[in-house]
């Protein structure tokens, strides 16, 4: 594809994503997470004071996402909600350029161009890259990873070491789940380097690097709270979300007597309690938190429907929402059985590799914490590269599936039983649904 071609393909992606949003005619920011960010940015482009003012919407969740809108907000005279969802918008073209770069590096070009299609136009992902959510962005710095490791997997230099620490770190300051990144992939430069003292030499500046993009939101929380740990403090309320007597397996809102009991909203403290009251709900309680975890990947397994977020964004009928969220939720849906089934026949490389453990850490934390399929976007980046690879290698996967002896039948062994889980974690959210009049 030639750089003019690519450039007019991702203004083309660009032009969707705003006609969406003007179409939605609805510009002021809903409630929920969506209003927390917009809001929090306009504070921090408005006053500096809201930088090192402790007990916020900033500083309880990660702070990149809020300081990328805020700049957006300081170049743009009387910026809105409608400036928030166009720096998101091209936030998700930026993914899309950042996902043909990294597939044709591991794949090639054919692969690469209908990866690159598939991020710019399948509703699910325009839909996603409407609204005001760090989501996205956090993709951003996921896929830019992978993006530096595939330009030489089997050969890290101090230079590509540096690029991971700086990139990691944004991982962090992004989203909180972040969190076991830096073992990941400090794990991936120890793996390939060629001997121990390489190994101790590229790991040393990845981790120089992770600390000193750290470093400036640390000292910031030394002056606000007097500790530098930890980044911010949703871990210990998101817990408690999950696990507590009402707990669903999904986020629910707690009742207002013990949002009182916790304190001061974005603390230390705060969090800390949320945590501490969790921690003692799962001790007391091991078998239902056991139980109740399954419920937790179901949902995170469930396809994308964004029924809410529409109704909450666009002006829309409920039949009219309907319609678009069932649409949404069956490319969502095929999108992951199309990516799951990519990572199952796929190659045993770096990438896959990698793939698998963000996916087992993601559902492992899932499963602690609660589930919903927004929280599967930096695992829906990886299943894409996969997605893609079926969709130009099918044939060839079918003939493979249909010779004896093949690894591909082994293959197929394995990916029925992943399928009908699925399958059944599907049905049972639907069921649930049912039953309760939905």
């Not at 400036?83 to 930026?94: E, H």
């Not at 399954?294 to 977020?309: D, H, I, N, Q």
């Not at 062994?413 to 639907?430: D, E, H, T």
Request: glycine share 8%.
């Amino acid at each position: 594809m030639s750089k003019y071609t690519f450039l007019i393909i991702s203004i083309l992606f660009l032009l969707i994503r705003v006609m969406v949003i003007l179409w939605g005619g609805q510009h002021e920011a809903p409630g929920g997470d969506q209003l927390a960010f917009y809001s929090g940015a306009q504070k921090l482009a408005h006053s500096w004071d809201a930088w090192v003012t402790g007990g916020g919407e900033f500083g309880y969740r990660a702070p990149l996402y809020f300081v990328y809108l805020a700049g957006v907000f300081s170049l743009v005279p009387d910026a809105t909600f409608l400036a928030g969802q166009l720096a998101t918008a091209l936030i998700g073209v930026l993914n899309g350029i950042l996902t043909y770069r990294l597939v044709r590096n591991i794949t090639g070009e054919r692969v690469a161009r209908v990866a690159f299609w598939l991020r710019g136009v399948v509703p699910s992902w325009v839909a996603a890259d409407t609204f005001v959510m760090s989501e996205p962005f956090f993709a951003t710095f996921l896929l830019s990873v992978l993006v530096v490791i595939s330009q030489k997997p089997c050969s890290p230099d101090r230079r590509q070491a540096l690029m991971l620490g700086f990139l990691i770190a944004c991982c962090l300051l992004t989203r909180e789940v972040a969190i076991f990144y830096p073992v990941v992939f400090g794990g991936y430069l120890y793996l390939v380097s060629r001997s121990w003292k390489e190994a101790c030499h590229y790991v040393a500046w990845f981790a120089l690097a992770l600390v000193l993009t750290l470093s400036p939101w640390m000292w910031r929380n030394v002056i606000v709270w007097g500790q530098p740990l930890p980044l911010s403090y949703t871990s210990g309320v998101n817990l408690h979300i999950g696990n507590n007597p009402q707990a669903t397996g999904k986020w629910v809102p707690f009742p207002a007597e013990l949002e009182a009991a916790g304190g001061g909203f974005g603390t230390p403290q705060s969090d800390a309690w949320h945590r501490a009251e969790a921690l003692k709900h799962m001790q007391e309680h091991p078998v239902e938190t056991f139980q109740l975890g399954f419920k937790k990947v179901a949902w995170f397994l469930w396809p994308r429907f964004e029924r809410e977020e529409l109704t909450e964004l666009y002006k829309l009928s409920p039949r009219q929402a309907t319609i678009i969220s069932s649409v949404l939720g069956m490319l969502s849906g095929t999108m992951l059985m199309l990516g799951v089934a990519g990572l199952v026949f796929g190659a045993r490389d770096w990438f896959w590799w990698v793939s698998l453990m963000l996916i087992a850490y993601t559902l492992a934390v899932t499963f602690v914490v609660y589930g919903s399929p927004r929280y599967r976007d930096a695992v829906d980046c990886l299943l894409l590269v996969y997605a893609a690879t079926v969709v130009v290698q099918w044939r060839q996967l079918w003939e493979a599936i249909n010779t004896k002896g093949t690894l591909a039948r082994r293959q197929l062994m394995v990916l029925v039983p992943i399928v009908s889980y699925i399958l059944a974690n599907w049905i049972w959210i639907a069921y649930g649904f049912t039953r309760s009049g939905h």
